[in-house]
């Protein structure tokens, strides 16, 4: 856990979400500032800063979290006909918080490529 993060802070319940789901290693909650119908963050619960400083050992969550996403889309009807899940990575990948998350995105079409 690092102290001034955000989404740690959300994990450990300092700061308040809607709480999608939960277990042992994973967090997900209702983005602040939603860009789609459905926007959920899923996140490690373990501090991890970004997919650019990643190793084998976190295999095991990173690997879970692809199984999470595939639950939580089931949670919601308006994913039945597909979704979009982004990563976003550094300063050019657009990441303003520096603990690695996915958004989880649908109810809408999403355009290719991205902005
Ligand atoms: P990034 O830009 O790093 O990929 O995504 C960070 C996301 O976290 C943004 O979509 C932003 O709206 C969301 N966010 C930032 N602060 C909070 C917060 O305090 N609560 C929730 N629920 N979402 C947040
Ligand atoms: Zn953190």
Request: overall charge positive; some cysteine; hydrophobic content about 40%.
């Amino acid at each position: 856990m690092l102290k001034n993060c955000i989404f740690c802070k959300i994990v450990k319940n300092e700061l308040l979400s809607q709480k999608v789901y939960e277990d042992e290693s994973v967090f997900a909650f209702k983005d602040i500032n939603p860009q789609a119908p459905v926007h959920v963050i899923i996140i490690p619960k373990k501090h991890i800063t970004s997919l650019s400083v990643i190793s084998v050992e976190n295999e095991k969550v990173l690997g879970h979290i692809q199984v999470t996403v595939s639950r939580i889309a089931k949670q919601f009807s308006e994913l039945k006909n597909g979704f979009r899940l982004i990563n976003n990575c550094g300063v050019e990948g657009g990441q303003t918080v520096l603990h690695l998350h996915y958004h989880l995105l649908g109810g809408r079409s999403f355009r290719w490529p991205p902005g």
